[in-house]
């Protein structure tokens, strides 16, 4: 089993469509979560970090639930240029800041 | 700030050929991470740095050595080049001791023929 799993997609929406991602983990010990988003043929770049608490920004909705070991990623009112694939990463705690990522998620908006 | 520079952009090697893959960053950060990305997948570590004067093993070193050369350079080494190392070379870093997101560099499209 790898240590982290993403839905393998690919997610085709509509424009306006709500869309969530999930993102599982194995390793209890985990510590701390992010979203990165990469465009193609271009570097992942830091979308959000997900926070025990939840979080939100304008219409990204980050949330974490360690009991079941998971992340996901809402993105509410779609647009085109949501287009990307979405990376989920999880650090261990060990080895200072070396995350594992995901195979990452392919959205699609579609007019 | 330039953040995290890579050269070359793109390399075309022949099978045996060697080569150095260069990585800077300006952001002070402690750690730096190679990582190669094949086609539809995601991220696989190669090798990272946690801070200056050390360096370990990721997920895939096999064929690859590398250097962290000072605070702001981090460099990866192809002694023999295969056609299997084929893929897109991603450095990012970190600033560490908590600050765990990752700043990646634009990539070099690596070509083994």
């Known amino acids: 089993r790898k240590e982290v799993e993403q839905d393998p997609g690919p997610f085709n929406v509509p424009e306006g469509a709500t869309v969530a991602f999930n993102c599982t983990y194995s390793n209890s010990a985990s510590q701390s979560f992010f979203w990165y988003r990469q465009d193609c043929r271009k570097e992942p770049k830091l979308l959000m970090s997900v926070y025990s608490s939840g979080n939100e920004d304008g219409r990204f909705t980050a949330q974490l639930n360690r009991a079941s070991q998971y992340i996901s990623l809402l993105i509410r009112d779609s647009k085109l240029s949501d287009s990307a694939t979405y990376l989920c990463a999880v650090l261990s705690g060990t080895n200072a800041g070396k995350s594992t990522f995901g195979d990452g998620t392919t959205l699609t908006v579609k007019p | 700030n330039a953040g995290v520079t890579q050269t070359p952009k793109f390399q075309v090697l022949k099978t045996g050929q060697s080569m150095t893959l260069q990585c800077a960053q300006d952001?002070?950060?402690?750690?730096m991470y190679w990582y190669r990305q094949d086609p539809g997948m995601g991220l696989r570590l190669i090798y990272y740095s946690a801070s200056e004067g050390t360096t370990d093993k990721g997920e895939v070193p096999n064929g690859y050595n590398v250097s962290r050369l000072n605070k702001r350079e981090f460099s990866l080494r192809l002694e023999s080049a295969a056609p299997s190392q084929t893929s897109v070379y991603f450095c990012?870093?970190?600033?560490?001791?908590?600050?765990?997101?990752?700043?990646f560099g634009p990539g070099t499209r690596l070509t083994v023929l």
């Open positions: 952001m002070n950060h402690n750690s």
């Open positions: 990012a870093s970190s600033g560490g001791g908590g600050a765990d997101e990752q700043f």
